[in-house]
């Protein structure tokens, strides 16, 4: 099976690997505890964090560990509104941004806060000044952004974006999440969320970094663990596992996310010149080194990624599975590109280009016989 599934996890890092074996040991106890073996195990907590921190330009004191990306979005989200409620009850989201940001505004609005959704074009890029435009109105407490998109692979303005919010002095909340590993960290925002499943640590581990200075105030009960922000025991040995996926992603990044984006560009390059009624999706050059995504005219997502199955291709889809039944991505509808028979190719750390060479070959007589079936001859 060739694995071009990166972008939903990360196969687990071989260093990830034997720190997770050798925290087992030794870092299993309470860390809240003031015994010999606790405090081994906060010794090993403290130097994930502190290791983290440095990967993601950081003070160690502005991390916390949640368990999951997921709960690092909620909890940074609805964290911060709660912190700055008098600041006013406005959230600035992108269209794209990950269904986390999404569901975290929906409960935001049913609390009775507003939330302004800036679109984008079909590069699936928001426009630098509708967002500053919407940052700047009066009650923003809050904007979201993420670095990369996850389902096309487009970088956003990170930048461009800090640089409102700072103007407007409201804090930017970036979703690193298809980044933090593989490219060097945005610069400018507020609070920062990453999952460690991302970048080839165990599944488990998320990151919520809350910059000093920030109004933050848990939108949960209480707890005394990772600095009254995340409630509940810490998984001392997932995230040991998950500071030396990081260390070893970032040392390989240059090499291999150059090596990646060749494989991608190939692919980009070759599909629609392979295969008739083709659209490939997102930005050409500002993008995530691992991802590219297309979409086939007259196929269905669904019958794609099972043929592309029984071929050896562990593959993802934003599609619809039918064009009557289930609504297609978001991300596609709001970028206004082609949504059905999409594929979504993302390459692990590794991944070769002799499999890359595989895909291209078995691609244009699957998507014919699948048309055929359908009625549609190409």
Same mark, same amino acid.
Request: aromatic share 4%; with cysteine.
């Given at each position: 099976?060739?694995?071009?599934?990166?972008?939903?996890?990360?196969?687990?890092?071989?260093?990830?690997?034997?720190?997770?074996?050798?925290?087992?040991? *030794?870092?299993?106890?309470?860390?809240?505890?003031?015994?010999?073996?606790?405090?081994?195990?906060?010794?090993?907590?403290?130097?994930?964090?502190?290791? *983290?921190?440095?990967?993601?330009?950081?003070?160690?004191?502005?991390?916390?560990?949640? @368990? =999951?990306? /997921?709960?690092?979005?909620?909890?940074?989200? !609805?964290?911060?509104?709660?912190?700055?409620?008098?600041?006013?009850?406005?959230?600035? /989201?992108?269209?794209?941004?990950?269904?986390?940001?999404?569901? @975290?505004?929906?409960?935001?609005?049913?609390?009775?806060?507003?939330?302004?959704? &800036?679109?984008?074009?079909?590069?699936?890029? #928001?426009?630098?000044?509708?967002?500053?435009?919407?940052?700047? +109105?009066?009650?923003?407490?809050?904007?979201?952004?993420?670095? %990369?998109?996850?389902? &096309?692979?487009?970088?956003?303005?990170?930048?461009?974006?800090?640089?409102?919010?700072?103007? +407007?002095?409201?804090?930017?909340?970036?979703?690193?999440?298809?980044? @933090?590993?593989?490219?060097?960290?945005?610069?400018?925002? =507020?609070?920062? /969320? +990453?999952?460690?499943?991302?970048?080839?640590?165990?599944?488990? #581990?998320? &990151?919520?970094?809350?910059?000093?200075?920030?109004?933050?105030?848990?939108? !949960?009960?209480?707890?005394?663990?990772?600095?009254?922000?995340?409630?509940?025991?810490?998984?001392?040995?997932?995230?040991?596992?998950?500071?030396?996926?990081?260390?070893?992603?970032?040392?390989?990044?240059?090499?291999?996310?150059?090596?990646?984006?060749?494989? *991608?560009?190939?692919?980009?390059?070759?599909?629609?010149?392979?295969?008739?009624?083709?659209?490939?999706?997102?930005?050409?050059?500002?993008? %995530?080194?691992?991802? *590219?995504?297309?979409?086939?005219?007259?196929?269905?997502?669904?019958?794609?990624?099972?043929?592309?199955?029984?071929?050896?291709? %562990? #593959?993802?889809?934003?599609?619809?599975?039918?064009?009557?039944?289930?609504?297609?991505?978001?991300?596609?509808? @709001?970028?206004?590109?082609?949504?059905?028979?999409? #594929?979504?190719? =993302?390459?692990?750390?590794?991944?070769?280009?002799?499999?890359?060479?595989?895909?291209?070959?078995?691609?244009?007589?699957?998507?014919?016989?699948?048309?055929?079936? +359908?009625?549609?001859?190409?």
């Amino acid at each position: 099976m060739a694995y071009f599934d990166a972008a939903s996890t990360e196969p687990l890092h071989p260093q990830a690997r034997e720190a997770l074996i050798a925290a087992l040991d *030794v870092g299993w106890t309470d860390p809240a505890r003031l015994y010999g073996p606790a405090r081994r195990a906060r010794m090993l907590l403290e130097q994930a964090r502190t290791e *983290v921190a440095e990967a993601l330009g950081a003070r160690p004191d502005e991390v916390s560990f949640t @368990a =999951s990306g /997921t709960q690092a979005v909620h909890l940074g989200v !609805l964290g911060t509104l709660h912190g700055r409620r008098r600041a006013g009850r406005r959230l600035v /989201t992108s269209a794209v941004e990950h269904s986390s940001v999404l569901h @975290a505004a929906g409960i935001h609005e049913r609390d009775g806060g507003s939330v302004e959704t &800036v679109g984008v074009g079909r590069t699936g890029a #928001v426009d630098p000044a509708a967002f500053r435009e919407a940052v700047l +109105a009066e009650g923003t407490a809050l904007a979201c952004l993420q670095s %990369a998109n996850h389902e &096309v692979g487009t970088l956003q303005p990170v930048a461009e974006a800090a640089a409102a919010c700072a103007e +407007a002095g409201v804090p930017l909340l970036v979703d690193a999440a298809q980044t @933090a590993g593989r490219m060097p960290p945005p610069g400018g925002w =507020s609070v920062l /969320t +990453a999952s460690a499943h991302k970048w080839g640590g165990p599944a488990g #581990v998320g &990151v919520l970094v809350v910059r000093k200075g920030t109004r933050w105030r848990s939108p !949960l009960p209480e707890d005394e663990r990772e600095r009254r922000r995340v409630p509940g025991f810490e998984n001392v040995p997932a995230i040991v596992a998950s500071a030396a996926a990081l260390r070893a992603m970032i040392a390989e990044s240059a090499r291999e996310s150059a090596r990646l984006s060749a494989l *991608v560009d190939r692919i980009r390059t070759e599909v629609p010149r392979l295969v008739p009624d083709v659209e490939v999706i997102g930005d050409p050059v500002a993008r %995530a080194p691992h991802i *590219v995504t297309f979409s086939c005219l007259y196929v269905e997502g669904e019958a794609l990624l099972t043929e592309l199955d029984k071929a050896g291709f %562990a #593959v993802s889809s934003g599609s619809s599975c039918t064009a009557s039944t289930l609504r297609p991505s978001h991300v596609l509808e @709001a970028m206004g590109v082609l949504t059905h028979g999409n #594929v979504r190719v =993302s390459l692990p750390r590794g991944a070769s280009a002799t499999d890359v060479d595989r895909f291209l070959a078995v691609l244009p007589d699957m998507v014919r016989r699948i048309r055929e079936d +359908a009625g549609v001859k190409s």
